[in-house]
């Protein structure tokens, strides 16, 4: 007998980079699947064509040097939510199937609210235009200190992180940002689960083995 027994679970994860959200999206759709219980990954900024298009925009660097304000940024962000909400998630949700998302309301919170110094509450009002009614059940938290997430994202040879403007922010900014997924963590407990991704994969995907366990079973 599941503890919680809703027909789909809405869950998100969440952290700075090089946290290992990658990994813990694999964990969490290999426990569905084991327990034969219908589940779709997905990702934001994106999710969706439209939705994958603003994810580009938002990202990236422009090419003619343009720049890319905290307002603008903001509303980027959520104009890909409205439409990943809308089409893909709430859809999967009122289909009896799960949803795994890879960020979701709370980076925002953290990255433009802490990050930008926005402000969390502008941030928030924000959020929930953007998605209406549409909320997780479960987030896990990947907990990192920045230069560990720095070390790992540096191996990365790719020509997306090497055009990605939130990986090239100054350690500053990225200690703001985990300072404020923490805060939201100690105001949300029975919501947000910490796990501390500092160490191996191995011992990261136990972590959230656990966590997936104790909130399904």
Same mark, same amino acid.
């Given at each position: 007998? *599941? ?10 994860? !969440? ?5 290992? *959200?990658?990994?813990?999206? !694999?964990?969490?759709?290999?426990? $569905? ?18 939705? @994958? ?33 809308? @089409? ?94 923490? *805060? ?8 947000? *689960? ?8 191995? !011992? ?10 104790? $909130?399904?079973?």
């Amino acid at each position: 007998m *599941k503890k919680n027994s809703k027909k789909a679970w809405f869950i998100t994860i !969440e952290g700075p980079e090089g946290a290992g *959200k990658s990994t813990c999206s !694999e964990t969490l759709v290999s426990f $569905f699947e084991a327990n034969r219980l219908p589940v779709i990954c997905t990702r934001e900024p994106g999710g969706t064509p439209m939705a @994958e298009k603003l994810r580009s925009t938002v990202k990236n660097r422009p090419e003619d040097g343009e720049t890319v304000h905290s307002e603008t940024e903001l509303l980027l962000m959520e104009a890909a939510r409205a439409q990943h909400v809308r @089409e893909k998630i709430a859809p999967a949700l009122a289909q009896g199937i799960s949803v795994i998302c890879d960020r979701f309301t709370d980076s925002t919170i953290a990255y433009q609210g802490g990050g930008r110094d926005m402000g969390c509450e502008t941030v928030r009002y924000f959020n929930d235009f953007a998605t209406g009614d549409c909320k997780p059940d479960l987030t896990i938290l990947l907990d990192i200190p920045p230069e560990t997430g720095f070390a790992r994202v540096a191996k990365r040879a790719s020509a997306d992180a090497a055009s990605d403007r939130f990986e090239a922010e100054a350690l500053e900014f990225h200690n703001k940002v985990r300072n404020t997924f923490l *805060k939201l963590a100690e105001a949300e407990p029975e919501r947000i *689960k910490v796990v501390d991704a500092s160490g191996t994969k191995e !011992e990261t995907r136990a972590a959230v083995e656990k966590v997936i366990n104790e $909130f399904i079973r």
